[in-house]
Structures are given as C-alpha cells and as structure tokens.
C-alpha cells in the first residue's frame, strides 16, 4: 500500500455514465491519483484506462490484488454496492461509495459495521450534502440567522430521456426502486437541514399507464416535533423540462433551491434590527458562507442581499408561537452561476465527497456523508418502498435497530 505522504491511490470499479464522471472529477485532486479501473464491459474499462494510462481490469477482486490501491470508488449499479464496499473495507481499502450505500438497510448497516471493523473510511456519495448552498444553509441555521426548517418540501420533475423500459434504473431487484435509488439524496439532505432523524412515511408509487413501471413516487416523512418532509420524483420528462425546487420553511424566512445539483438559493425573511445588519454583511463573507473543502470557487459566484427597513408593521407578530419584532424585509440570493454552472456545480461536489474522504484518512474525524447518513437514508427509502407498497403509514426504524442486527 502507498506510504504515509504519497498520494492514495484510487481504483474505480464501474466505468460506466457515472464512474466515468467520477474519476474526472476526482482525477485531479491533491493526494489522490487513479491508479486502476475495472468492468466487466472491456470496452468501457478500456476507454477509461487509456484516458488515465492505467491497468482496464475485469472486476473488483483484480482491483483489490493490486498493491497500489488504497481507495476503491464503486459505481456499480446498486446492488452490488454493499458486497463490493464490504470486500473493499475487509481488504483495508478505504471506500468511496455512490449512493445508495445499499439496496437495503440491512446491507448499509452492515457495510457500517464493517467500516469500523476495519477502521477504514467511507464516505457516501451523496451530493447534495456537498453543494455550497445546502452548506450556506446549515451554516445560517448553526448561527441563528435562519430558525432550524420544520418544514422541507422537495419536487422533482426529473428526465427520463436516457432511462429506456430495459434500463435498469427501473428493475427494483437492481435498483431498490426510485426512493432508493435517487430518494437518498434527498432524504439524507433533510435529515442534515431539519437536523433529525425521522420518524415515519407515508408513500405513494404511481405507474406508467399501460405498464408495470413505476416512474412517480412520493413521500411524506414526519421528523420529531412535526417537522414535516415531503419528496415527490417523477422520472417522465425530457432533459429540458426538468424542473426541481426544494423550499424550505424556517417560520419568519422561507428558502428556495432550484435545480436538482442546486444552483441558486433564494431566501426570503422577516427579521429585526440585529438581523437586518447581520443580513447586510453576508455578501462580505460570501467565501466562508459557501466554502466546502474540495470545492474550488469559479469566481462568479454571487451573494446579494437586500434589506428593505420597516416594510412591516412594529408591532410583534406570531409565528410557530413565538412573538418577536420583524419589521424588515430581507432578500438573498445565493448564485452559483445559474443553470449553465450546473455540470461545474455537480463535478465540484462529487471532488469535495473525495476531498472529504482524504481529511478522514488524513487527520481522523467523521465525513460529512457517512456510513450512517448513507444506512439513515436507505432505511427511510426502503420503509417509504414498504409504505407504498402497502399503502399503510410506516415507523422508519432508527439506524440502531439495524445496527444491533437482528434480536
Ligand atoms: N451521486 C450521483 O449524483 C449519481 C448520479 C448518477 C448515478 N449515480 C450512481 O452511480 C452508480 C452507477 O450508475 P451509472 O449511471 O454509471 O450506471 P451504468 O449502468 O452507466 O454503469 C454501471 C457500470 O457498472 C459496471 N458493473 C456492473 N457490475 C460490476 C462489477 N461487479 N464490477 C465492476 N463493474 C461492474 C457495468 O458494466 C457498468 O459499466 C449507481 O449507483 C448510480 O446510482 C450517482
């Protein structure tokens, strides 16, 4: 294995859209350099091998003979997520995984177990959780500016332009289904801005007409204190109708993300006169505000903000219970270049999961997509599936019911 200060190596099992995307996207980063890459499709591992000069192999276990591997990125097709990130940890590699951790919660939670078995770190590729504007929003939250969401609500008119009958996006014995083959994202992304995990689903799946498809899933998970989030996915639409909004209800502010990898926020909030000078100084640190370690700024990146005093009356008003004085109204926008910055944005947040990963192995601590986040947000995927299914209310096991194993 590579010594303490070269840089790690990094070996890619699945080469195919997304594994592709991935080493580009980490390819450059300090301390980590692509070393081997394997698929059973020659043809794919072939055209990746000779873009980085490095062995095409046939699968993991030539991957993890190789002594110069020390982290194994999978971007298999779900189901095989679990087996190879286990074979991968028991060989002492360190693992960057795609989402889903797993197709089910049982086999995250024994990816988990094994993670600290081997002491070897693993971080989920769940992107959102590294995007600048989700970041800007948990730092907001953290300082009191924006009151902690009890509120998330997440609509996702998603494209199925590339998804023909035969892929398997659509076979759930492949894919776990929509919530958890891309509901992950989003259920991990309100468990980190309600800050809870949750606590129940209710789902609903519709089919395409005429077909055994299922291409609409909704969810409405309760978070504790009733904090409410609801995630709806409708892969029906082609690549230029796609339309994603997840706002956010904060009580006296509400924000607006669009785009899928977001892109722009848009917050809107009542507040008094400290905030209103708080407000006023966020285009100053608008570096720290959206820093994500790994994530190297283009430099349009834009915070504005405008506070219009008195728009509103002094007398106190009630919200969520509480009375306070907020007679100014404050705008922000949060740009990270628009819609055009979006393939920028999304190559950026996958190098910053990497650069997380390398922190850990450098200096210790937790990743920010865990093996914990990955097994919370297929535990409450996999009991949306089951609510759906049965069309029944469903409690989401915490992820120590699966990490006791079972009684
Ligand atoms: N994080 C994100 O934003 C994001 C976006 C898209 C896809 N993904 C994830 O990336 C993964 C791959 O998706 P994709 O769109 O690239 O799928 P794909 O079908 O294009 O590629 C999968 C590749 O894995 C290979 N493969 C299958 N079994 C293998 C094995 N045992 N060893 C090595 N290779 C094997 C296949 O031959 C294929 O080339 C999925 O888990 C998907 O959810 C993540």
């Given at each position: 294995m590579t010594s303490a200060t070269a840089p790690l190596g990094l070996g890619l099992a699945g080469c195919g859209g997304f594994g592709a995307f991935l080493l580009d996207a980490v390819?450059?980063?300090?301390g980590l350099r692509p070393v081997a890459v394997a698929d059973p499709d020659p043809r794919r591992a072939g055209a990746l091998a000779k873009r980085y000069a490095v062995p095409a192999l046939a699968g993991l276990d030539e991957l993890l003979a190789r002594?110069?591997?020390d982290v194994v990125a999978v971007a298999t097709p779900p189901a095989a997520h679990a087996a190879m990130a286990t074979a991968a940890l028991r060989a002492g590699r360190h693992v960057l995984c795609?989402?889903?951790?797993?197709?089910?919660a049982a086999e995250a939670a024994g990816v988990a177990l094994e993670a600290g078995r081997a002491g070897r770190t693993l971080v989920v590729d769940h992107v959102l959780r590294y995007n600048p504007l989700l970041r800007a929003v948990e730092r907001l939250t953290a300082e009191g500016l924006l009151a902690r969401p009890r509120r998330f609500l997440f609509e996702n008119d998603a494209s199925d332009e590339d998804l023909g009958p035969d892929h398997w996006f659509w076979d759930r014995a492949h894919s776990g289904g929509i919530f958890v083959e891309h509901g992950v994202h989003f259920f991990d992304a309100a468990r980190a801005l309600l800050g809870s995990d949750p606590v129940s689903v209710r789902a609903t799946a519709v089919r395409r007409p005429g077909t055994e498809i299922v291409d609409t899933v909704s969810a409405d998970v309760v978070h504790p204190d009733g904090a409410l989030a609801s995630h709806l996915h409708s892969f029906t639409h082609a690549h230029r109708c796609e339309r994603q909004l997840m706002r956010l209800d904060h009580g006296f502010a509400e924000t607006r993300i669009e785009g899928w990898i977001p892109v722009r926020a848009e917050i809107s909030a009542w507040t008094d006169e400290e905030g209103a000078r708080a407000w006023g100084e966020l285009p100053g640190r608008a570096g720290t505000l959206l820093h994500v370690e790994g994530f190297r700024p283009h430099g349009g990146e834009r915070v504005r903000v405008t506070v219009e005093r008195d728009a509103g009356s002094t007398a106190p008003a009630r919200g969520r219970g509480q009375w306070r004085t907020v007679p100014h109204r404050v705008r922000a926008v949060l740009d990270l270049?628009?819609?055009?910055r979006k393939p920028y944005v999304y190559r950026e947040s996958v190098r910053s999961a990497a650069a997380d990963l390398l922190r850990v192995v450098r200096d210790g601590g937790t990743p920010v997509a865990d093996a914990l986040a990955g097994l919370t947000a297929v535990a409450v995927a996999e009991t949306a599936t089951r609510a759906a299914d049965t069309g029944l209310a469903q409690h989401v096991p915490g992820p120590d019911a699966y990490l006791r194993g079972p009684a």
């Open positions: 390819a450059g980063l300090p002594e110069e591997v795609e989402k889903p951790l797993a197709a089910t270049g628009g819609e055009a």
